[in-house]
């Protein structure tokens, strides 16, 4: 039962806390792109792969009680905080959901900015093209972004990192 | 002239019951209606299972591909003469709005999950592989359908060509809300879309509203929410779409277990195997599906016979309100209890989540996750729509999850009355069943 939601409050756990619904959005994506077990269906959308699924599934978390958000002011924005609760690590002792999480990998990523995890999931995304092409697709589609070429060798480097976990 | 500006002799209307005309005048767009992957929206329900709770939602996605068509062509006469507005993109923008469903299957949120496809993918391939509509695209030029595909994958360079088709306010929704409302006949769903049409600006890379048209989309966003609720995810619906779903487990299970089906199962074999060509993709309709449903409903496996029964006679599982937090302990002991009266509780227990049926609300994209709404205010400022209007905050802070567990009732009614295990998994299921 609930063996996704499970996944994912797992996630949260082994990164001792999120900060950010963008960065767990684009952690997740990257684990699946990894080829873990995560079935929440992404699309690409103006700040790169989104998962709506996603969204929903870390409100039931939150709802159920097995994480807590926590609602923080910035100077010129919002940000949440996911951390999971006892309630859900009794949830996680009952679940059969198996995610051969990586911990350190995940931890890799929660100290990456989120603006980089966008690079880095969106880079993914198009990772059916030939290197160069790819390069090409980011820089279209994340015009806005500037996104600059060391921040893109720096994403190679993280994604080759990340793949030889 | 280029194919591109090709235009027929004399403008062709559709009848639309939601926008009383779709109109014509373009060949390629003529020539696309035309194709057989286009025309076979016609045999894809727009709603899946939900004619089994609103007997009037019967209308296809090709009802509602026509009725996105129009909206943009609309927009688009709106636009014409806007700053920022690249004229050269009207017919791929008509073009993707027309086509951006294509690849979707029969009862496809099910089958998606159950085969693990994807709809994006085969929208994609039908765009671009050996197709009719990949000729009539072509014909434009050789980019062309690259073009259409990118948009509708909303990988396209430019965003506001993509936003008219998909962002919080776009043509999609816009079709659908009222077009599912009509046909489901709820008095939810309507708004006033002609007056958001005409405050629509192109700004940049999006479309954002003049804020004197905030009420109408304070309109529209409220239209969204009670949909979702009263029609989207109806809990009969969800009954339908849960026993749809194990139907299509149970035939892949059998399968494996080489199972001698009474009937061939032909058309769903590559599905079974993992190996969906394009070619198998579109072949298979509901008019397919049903038809096997029908047959499955006569074979010697109990339960595949069982739920393809449910399914063609509406037959529906029955449902309670489920908290996975607070009642664990009335999940496994209901388990153990189906197990006990040989019900298999991986197809007749079935906890069902808000998120297995996801559907867009609202979000204000406070931390980037997607692009929210933007008001255009009079200083030409941006500003996020539930930063300005207090209905659509309070709509974005509501709660929007739900589990309910779904179960055969009458197999445990119909249990011997001198069966322990009746009473303890009616006293458990009944302490809070609608």
Known sequence: MLDNHAKLVKVIAASDGIVGRKKLQKIIYILKKLGLPFEEKYTFYFYGPYSEELSLRIEEITNLGFVTEIKEQKSNYYQYRYQVTDQGQDFLEHSNADVPLVESIVRDMKEQSSRFLELVATMLYFDHLPKDEIEQKVQEVKKKSNYTSEDIVEAWSFIGKINLK | ?434
């Open chain 2, 1 to 434: 002239m280029a194919y591109k500006d090709d235009q027929l002799h004399e403008e062709k209307v559709f009848k639309d019951p939601v926008h009383r005309y779709v109109h014509v005048r373009d060949l390629v767009i003529w020539d696309l209606i035309g194709t057989k992957e286009f025309q076979r929206l016609r045999r894809i329900k727009q709603l899946g299972t939900s004619f089994l709770t609103f007997h009037g939602a019967e209308h296809s996605r090709l009802n509602h591909s026509l009725g996105v068509y129009e909206i943009v062509r609309r927009i688009l006469i709106n636009f014409e003469d806007r700053p920022n507005w690249n004229r050269e993109e009207r017919i791929l923008c008509l073009c993707a709005a027309l086509l951006h469903d294509l690849g979707h299957g029969p009862f496809s949120h099910s089958f998606e999950k159950v085969f693990k496809l994807d709809h994006e993918e085969f929208t994609r391939a039908i765009i671009l592989g050996d197709t009719e509509v990949h000729q009539v695209l072509s014909k434009v030029s050789k980019e062309f359908p690259q073009k259409v595909a990118d948009v509708i994958n909303k990988t396209y360079h430019d965003k506001l060509v993509v936003s008219l088709i998909s962002s919080q306010i776009d043509a999609d929704r816009m079709d659908y809300l009222q077009r599912d409302a009509y046909f489901t006949g709820v008095s939810y769903g309507h708004f006033d879309m002609e007056r958001i049409l005409r405050v629509m600006r192109p700004v940049e890379d999006q479309v954002v509203i003049k804020e004197s048209g905030m009420h109408a989309v304070e309109d529209y966003i409220m239209s969204r929410y009670q949909m979702y609720w009263q029609v989207y995810f109806h809990p009969v619906t969800r009954s339908a779409e849960v026993i749809l779903t194990k139907i299509l487990h149970r035939v892949k299970e059998l399968y494996g277990q080489h199972y001698q089906f009474k009937v061939e199962p032909t058309p769903f074999i590559s599905f079974f195997e993992g190996k969906v060509s394009l070619e198998d993709y579109i072949r298979l309709d509901e008019a397919v599906v049903l038809y096997y449903f029908q047959m499955w409903a006569e074979e010697d496996d109990s339960i595949l016979s069982d739920l393809a029964y449910r399914f063609v006679n509406r037959r529906l599982f029955k449902y309670a309100e489920f908290n996975p937090n607070l009642q664990m302990n009335d999940w496994m002991e209901l388990y153990q209890l189906f197990k006990d009266i040989d019900l298999d509780p991986d197809y007749y227990l079935v906890v069902d989540s808000s998120s297995d049926l996801p559907y867009d609300f609202y979000r204000p994209g406070e931390e980037e996750e997607r692009l929210p709404i933007h008001l255009l205010m009079p200083n030409n400022e941006l500003r996020e729509l539930s930063r300005q209007s207090d209905i659509v905050e309070a709509i974005s802070g509501k709660k929007r999850t739900d589990h309910k567990l779904y179960y055969p009732k009458d197999l445990i009614e119909k249990l011997a009355d001198d069966r322990p295990e009746k009473a303890k998994i009616q006293k458990i299921l009944n302490k809070q069943e609608r």
